[in-house]
């Protein structure tokens, strides 16, 4: 096959190369309402910084110091117990505030002991009415939007409350401090109870009666509960700072916390625990929490304070 000849690929092109010679675009030129424009001097490249203000910081300032008595380790909580139970509470700055009342009942804070009856009654209101929970008790400014009640103590001072019945929390296990805390031997075994009085009587109920159980659309049974005593973290008591006290979910912060895991209700509707609208009474009343050791793993009494 012959090749085509070169002057007829010329010949082609020949209409397109007349069309840019008569339109200019061969030789660009500054457009003729430009040729007396005179256009703004380039900025001198640290123009910008030259104008910046030197910004000084303040000098670091160091936090105040914390308070003698303030716990910073769990052997710090047992210690304070051990010394309100012998009858002479620590005084020094940051202690909790605990109160003798006789030989068997103290007041820690707004917790009252007694050590006698080996229970512990604390004020809360009702939080919620409907809703999804994830926690049974948070204290004030902490997770209320999955909640049932709002409870008025300090999470610590429950903490030190249960020691003084003679409880035992769980122990976690060092080894995991860059993970999720894995506990190796569980604490005491709880029952919990909300009195209320209502119409003129006085009520009271299982904790467990104000929630439903999503899954079996229902209330659930007497639970299980646990004295889990919250973590220490940079030397404080951890349900301090994050207010969560009483857990329906897995959670190392708080003080005591349900056995088991019904699953997430933010994962579905047939998962986890929300508010028994239909049980539990008005937003807003008062309420004791009184927590008890089951029945089953009550020690004897303990002796009196001398």
């Known amino acids: 096959m012959s090749r085509p000849y070169r002057g007829a690929r010329a010949h082609r092109l020949a209409p397109f190369l007349a069309l840019l010679v008569i339109s200019g675009c061969t030789s660009p030129e500054t457009p003729p309402a430009w040729k007396h424009h005179a256009f703004d001097a380039a900025p001198p490249h640290d123009a910008g910084r030259a104008r910046r203000k030197k910004i000084v910081l303040p000098p670091p300032m160091m936090p105040p110091p914390r308070p003698a ?19 002479q509470p620590a005084d020094q700055p ?6 003798r009342i006789d030989e068997f009942r103290l007041r820690v804070g707004q917790v009252f002991v007694d050590r006698k009856a080996r229970k512990v009654e604390m004020p809360a209101r009702v939080n919620m009415t409907e809703g999804i929970l994830e926690y049974y008790a948070v204290g004030s400014n902490g997770k209320l939007h999955e909640s049932v009640l709002e409870l008025l103590p300090e999470p610590s001072h429950l903490h030190l409350a249960l020691l003084l019945i003679g ?12 993970q999720m805390p894995k506990a190796k031997t569980l604490g005491s075994p709880l029952e919990l109870w909300v ?42 008591y951890a349900a301090d700072t994050d207010r969560s006290v009483i857990g329906l979910i897995p959670d190392s912060q708080t003080v ?32 004791t929490v009184v927590i008890e050791p089951r029945a089953a793993e009550a020690p004897a009494t303990p002796p009196p304070a001398p």
């Open 167 to 178: 409880l035992e929390p769980t122990v976690w296990d060092p080894a995991t401090v860059d």
């Open 94 to 99: 940051g202690a909790p505030p605990i109160q």
């Open 256 to 287: 005591i916390n349900i056995v088991g895991d019904i699953g997430n209700p933010y994962r579905g509707d047939a998962q986890g625990y929300e508010v028994y609208t239909a049980k539990i009474p008005p937003k807003g009343t008062s309420v």
């Open 69 to 87: 008595g303030e716990p910073r380790t769990p052997e710090d909580l047992s210690r304070l117990s051990q010394q309100a139970a012998s009858g």
């Open 195 to 236: 009195e209320w009085d209502a119409d003129g009587e006085h009520h009271r109920a299982r904790a467990e009666s104000w929630l439903y159980n999503r899954g079996v659309k229902a209330a659930p049974t007497a639970q299980a509960w646990v004295f889990q005593g919250s973590t220490f973290w940079n030397n404080r």
